[in-house]
């Protein structure tokens, strides 16, 4: 078996439908009229990015020692306090807050989303960077508002050339990756493919090489091509889509015959997605970028000399081609390889981007699976 693993991409969807923490946070802070944070360690330094970004009014951090100094500026009702600590020093430290300041001014959130703001770090993004690099904008499938915006983006490829210049000077930067991630629109319509992960493999021996793929073209490939990626150590990580389940399934068991290692993104019996919404007024409330799973990756993605916030960005173009729009690409919104440096890479990972101000992530909704009609509301909400 060369199944690595499995999980539910409607999970995924109801999660990304779902997020509230965000909207609570801010909510708790413009109640407030000065905001402190409780903790100095990594978690705290998380919420200070993501707090700065909100436009809090952050005056500060408080420690178990300057808890008493704290005693004296607190006032009820107007000061606030964001816990910022792992869950492993609450119960030594919350009965001292709790004498001090009254539950209407405290914000505990679960530890989950603690954890998730101590990644929120410059740190963080610089010791786990990944590399996503687009291989190709257009797919064979087209689903109704697909999230890399295919079925409108004219069909184009990262050629091989291409890659091996970027990829140069990303390691001149001394960048570190420590995954390889490869997708699309459907990376297989590339047909410098090959190529490049051979040539990704050479250049990055020993990191963990993964390629996201609807599966479709598997079943065609012949079996040397198959073998290719097991010598090379490729992960295939395939979604699967109603359209084409039976042929997918089928190829498995190839796979495992030979060793081919894959990760399954599955669904129950109706496959849903979650809408991506994109709103012209560019009107997006100031916190909801956090709710975004790019800005809480660690990956850069990578197409054709640039790294951009997302595919949003990069696909700006041929959304307002396609629907006569103007969302404009800033400053900002992406970064141009040959013309930035390590640190800008990684502090682009703790930032709220322009183009955010068009994604409300709260309006998202859950619909069920179809194939696109290229109509402008599988994207767009006036
Ligand atoms: S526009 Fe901003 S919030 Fe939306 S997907 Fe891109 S990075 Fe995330």
Known sequence: MSKTGE??????????????????????????????????GKIGAGFKNYLDLCNAKLEGFVTSYTLEEFREIYEPGKTGVVIGL???????????????VSAQDIFLSDSDYREKLGRFTFEYKRDNLGFCFTLTTHCNINCKGCCTFAPISPPSYYEYGEFISDVTQLNKMKLQPIRITFSGGEPFLNPDLFDILKYTRKTYKDIKIQLYTNGTILPKLDMNRLKELVDIDIVLIITEYPSVIDAVREFYKCADSIGLEYYIINYESVKMFATYDLNPNGDAPEYDFFNCLHVNSTDIYIYKGKIYACRRVSAAPYINESFSMSFQVREGDYLDIYNTTENEIYNFKITRHPFCSYHNHEKSRLFKWGLSEKKADEWIVY
């Open 7 to 40: 999980h539910s991409g409607n999970l995924v969807a109801s999660e990304i439908a779902g997020m509230k923490i965000n909207k609570e946070l801010y909510d708790f802070c413009k109640a407030h009229s000065a905001i402190y944070i409780f903790g100095a």
């Open 86 to 100: 792992s869950d492993k020093y609450l119960s030594e430290v919350m009965p001292m807050i709790n004498s001090i």
